[in-house]
């Protein structure tokens, strides 16, 4: 050690080996913690202070110029009253500031004329905060999202703070769905909400689109259109109230109609045909033959339009044949869609593969043993798809566009 080492450093340096850097860090963090408080409050103080010296004149030498209005009886005419101490939760923990106090000289009434210009006459938490307890809740159940935001930042909300904070923000954003849609992508699938021990529906509509080419692969631009749980009558609406051209769906809905150009699901076709094979008796050995024969129809190049149908029509009567009728009659149904896709080349999304990915992201967050209200599971899942799709927008963002 050179001489004079030890009266510079803080003592810690020569008895916590390895730790050093790590405690520095600490250190300089909490003092620049410090500062950052300071200066958040000294900020907002002096800032009230110039808007008071603007509206009432100077301390010594008031002069009021009627800028503040009494929110009790109207009156235009004020005197200060010092200054009041308030809170604010933020990323960084609670930050303290001070709001200015004025009386009014008609009814004696005394308020605070800045707490709804600064945002703080409603509520005691930053926006910052609240953007980065969403980007948890998305992904994490409540408990989880509020104990790892305590945890990586300062941030104290409760569970039940974020999910209320969830609800007020799927109110705050409406889907805006554009009206005129290329390719439109519905699927369904049940979450664990309402009464009944099945849970219920969840629809999701999304617009897809090629994008750039990435690493070799091409990327999709998604959008969401709709995104309900319940009955489909809301999904009907929507998809009512744009226009899609070509709309590929799982066939759980007739969609006939809401677009100009409908397609059944080519994959759901066989997963859903096993499972009406299961329904007419058929041995689990003998079901993936028939899967695999439908299959060859619906994705074989080689057919022409002419060809894929009267294959289909064999299959059906096959099927029909083997007192199969269930599953015949599944084929029978997706008959006047099934080959739109071989019909119309434009249509490029004969599968519902891209939405697929998302149930799979939906899932992920909706199965978590709880059972869920269905406006509480509806809420979270909006504000999930917005994020995904970036289509949702913060508060500085809705109140600064562009
Ligand atoms: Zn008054």
């Not at 997963?271 to 041995?283: S, V």
């Not at 064999?314 to 099934?338: C, D, F, M, P, W």
Request: aromatic share 6%; with cysteine.
């Amino acid at each position: 050690m050179l001489s004079g080492e030890s009266c510079v450093l803080p003592g810690i340096l020569s008895t916590q080996n390895g730790i050093i850097v790590n405690e520095i860090f600490k250190l300089t963090g909490d003092l620049s913690d410090i500062h950052h408080r300071r200066l958040f409050g000294s900020w907002l103080k002096r800032s009230q202070e110039a808007a008071l010296y603007i509206l009432l004149g100077p301390r010594w030498k008031p002069r009021d110029l009627g800028g503040i209005t009494c929110p009790r009886c109207g009156g235009k005419s004020h005197k200060r009253r010092g200054f009041r101490t308030r809170i604010v939760k933020s990323s960084k923990g609670k930050f303290p500031f001070v709001l200015s106090q004025v009386q009014c000289t008609g009814c004696g009434r005394t308020h605070r004329p800045f707490a709804m210009a600064l945002g703080v006459a409603l509520r005691r938490v930053l926006p910052e905060l609240e953007e980065k307890a969403l980007s948890l809740a998305v992904k994490l159940p409540y408990s989880p999202s509020a104990e790892l935001l305590k945890e990586l930042s300062g941030g104290n909300l409760s569970h039940e703070g974020i999910r209320k904070l969830v609800h007020r923000r799927a109110k705050e954003h409406k889907i805006k769905p554009p009206t005129d849609v290329n390719h439109g992508l519905v699927d369904s699938t049940k979450v664990k909400a309402g009464d009944k021990s099945r849970g219920m529906d969840v629809h999701l509509a999304i617009a897809v689109e090629r994008g750039s080419e990435k690493h070799g692969r091409a990327t999709l631009k998604k959008k969401l259109l709709h995104l309900s749980v319940g009955d489909a009558v809301p999904l009907k609406t929507t998809l009512r109230s744009i226009q899609v051209k070509y709309l590929a769906h799982d066939g759980e809905l007739d969609l006939k109609g809401y677009a100009q150009v409908t397609q059944r699901c080519l994959w759901h076709m066989g997963h859903q045909l096993k499972h009406y094979l299961w329904r007419d008796g058929l041995p689990l050995t003998e079901r993936g033959s028939f899967k695999d024969k439908l299959y060859r129809i619906l994705f074989s190049q080689d057919y022409t339009v002419k060809d894929a149908k009267i294959a289909y029509d064999k299959l059906i009567n096959e099927l029909q044949g083997l007192g199969l009728k269930t599953s015949a009659g599944h084929l029978v149904r997706a008959k006047g869609e099934i080959f739109n896709y071989k019909k119309n080349p434009a249509l490029c999304f004969a599968t519902t593969s891209p939405v697929e990915r998302e149930m799979r992201e939906l899932n992920r967050r909706a199965n978590v043993g709880a059972r869920w209200s269905p406006k509480g599971i509806e809420n979270l899942l909006k504000i999930l798809f917005l994020k995904r799709f970036k289509q949702y927008q913060t508060l500085a963002e809705r109140m600064h566009p562009g």
